[in-house]
């Protein structure tokens, strides 16, 4: 393909400057992001926009004095679609010459249970509980998972089932290829190491981890009620400064891989890990910030999380949740049909904000036995589960009246 214009950017302002280009209409949505050998991302650009930008306002909209250039690029650049054509055109052509060596006919049956998405962690592949599901495929016995890690370019292969019902969202997963299970994955410059059998990773929140690595932290100690391995743990460690993080979390198995994390990244020091139920946390009045990172949602950790800002100064919360948008009838009979359009999404995010914040005030005055004032200081959409279920972020600062 020919060379197509791009932006380079440091890693911690991708996304806050892709939803900059993107507002402009500016990105060019048809091709992905790339991450540069030297820690840049290069955002890509339609090239009829490229004399209407102004680098020195991308400057303004992150606050940052870092220099932003326009350069070419073509090898490193492939379009999503043609990204995802390779990988199945590969792993299909394998597929049938496997089939062939036992006597077996290619049809649209099996090609349509073969994996279309994975997730890669490192050597490993992750797949689905949709694929090779078909009889045929028990035939090819281990001869069948040596074949799907040559055609993924991969060495270990595992399945996932389901999220248990556990209490620590354990992954059901096993492994189909390879002889140990932890893997290691790398986003913005910070290193998670876990057990892919044993602990979740969400690759979907990257644009919520790159964009909390872009907050100012210095001087502040921060409570992350839902540590998990460090996904949002690290990057307040790491990118943003901040003095001192406590890192609840429940789960032994997350527990020891976040204790693996803080050390491989060098800030064990500045983190105390609590492991157990958070709402037994004796901390109190310690935090200027507390990040509420589950979904659905965090409300069991409300009061949690009022208990520990601090009560001369208050703090900022950052609350997770899935919020679901209304399904109204259509006038013309009874079928469904959701509210429509993205201003319609936002005017639920709103809603459900601005309740949340009156919740919380009240949920202050209680603790406290004084007014406090909650302001919605910015709501941020992480990513869709369904048409009208969507992953949202309320950053709500509390502070005593």
């Known amino acids: ?75 490193a650049l492939q379009s999503k679609k043609e990204k995802g054509r390779a990988s199945s055109s590969k792993l299909e052509k394998v597929l049938q010459e496997l089939l062939e060596s036992h006597g077996e006919r290619w049809t649209e049956e099996l090609k349509r249970d073969i994996p279309r998405s994975f997730q890669r962690h490192g050597d490993l592949v992750l797949l689905g509980d949709t694929c090779f599901v078909l009889p045929l495929w028990e035939n090819m016995d281990q001869q069948l998972w040596s074949t799907v890690a040559r055609g993924l370019g991969a060495k270990r292969l595992a399945k996932i089932r389901r999220i248990s019902r556990d209490g620590f969202r354990s992954p059901e997963v096993t492994m189909l290829l390879g002889e140990h299970s932890w893997v290691k994955h790398v986003d913005n410059g910070i290193s998670y190491e876990f057990d892919v059998t044993k602990c979740m990773f969400s690759a979907g929140n990257i644009t919520e981890k790159l964009r909390v690595a872009g907050f100012d932290c210095r001087g502040e100690t921060v409570v992350d009620l839902y540590a998990g391995i460090g996904y949002f743990t690290l990057p307040y460690l790491v990118h943003t400064k901040a003095s001192h993080v406590h890192a609840c979390e429940w789960n032994p198995n997350a527990v020891e891989a976040l204790k693996k994390n803080l050390e491989a990244n060098g800030v064990s020091d500045r983190c105390t890990i609590h492991q157990g139920d958070n709402r037994q946390l004796q ?76 919740h919380f005030a009240s949920l202050l005055k209680d603790f406290n036995g004084t007014q406090w004032t909650t302001n919605i200081q910015h709501i941020e959409h992480v990513k869709s589960y369904a048409p009208h279920v969507h992953h949202v972020v309320l950053d709500l600062e509390c502070r005593p009246s």
């Open 1 to 75: 393909m020919d060379s197509v214009p791009c932006l380079r950017v440091p890693q911690c302002q991708a996304q806050k400057l892709r939803r900059s280009l993107q507002s402009k209409g500016a990105l060019d949505l048809s091709l992905s992001l790339v991450k540069d050998s030297d820690g840049t991302v290069l955002l890509p650009i339609l090239a009829s926009c490229l004399s209407q930008l102004d680098l020195q306002s991308f400057r303004t909209t992150v606050a940052s004095d870092d220099d932003f250039e326009v350069v070419w690029s073509k090898s």
């Open 283 to 358: 901390l109190c009045g310690v935090a200027d910030r507390v990040n509420l990172g589950l979904i659905p949602s965090s409300e069991d950790g409300w009061s949690v999380a009022c208990r520990l800002l601090r009560r001369a100064t208050g703090g900022v919360l950052h609350i997770h949740q899935n919020v679901t948008s209304p399904v109204q009838h259509s006038t013309a009979g009874d079928a469904p049909q959701k509210v429509s359009g993205k201003k319609a999404d936002r005017e639920v995010w709103q809603a459900w904000a601005e309740d949340t914040a009156k």
